[in-house]
């Protein structure tokens, strides 16, 4: 898997759960463009938002993360590396 994919398929999955809205366009650009990370810890996602992050993964990749594993992954690149993982 390209790993640009995985990247855009996480930060849609984090728009899908409302977790982009106080990042900045350059954040966003970083994230997918240069390989920079985000602490999800600092995208405040609540029970809610972790559970439609999920479902957006999985819908987009067909990867299955469920929300007890996602509290165990500190930042998107722990994100990346799961879904790649799964994947190959």
């Not at 810890?41 to 929300?67: H, K, N, Q, W």
Request: proline share 1%; glycine share 6%.
């Amino acid at each position: 898997m390209d790993i640009t994919r995985s990247r855009l398929a996480i930060l849609e999955a984090l728009q899908a759960a409302g977790a982009t809205d106080n990042l900045a366009e350059a954040e966003r650009k970083a994230f997918v463009d240069d390989g920079a990370h985000l602490d999800l810890s600092g995208l405040g996602m609540d029970s809610l938002a972790r559970m439609e992050f999920c479902i957006a993964l999985e819908l987009s990749l067909g990867v299955t993360l469920l929300p007890a594993q996602l509290a165990l992954l500190e930042s998107t690149a722990a994100v990346e590396r799961f879904i790649l993982e799964r994947l190959t």
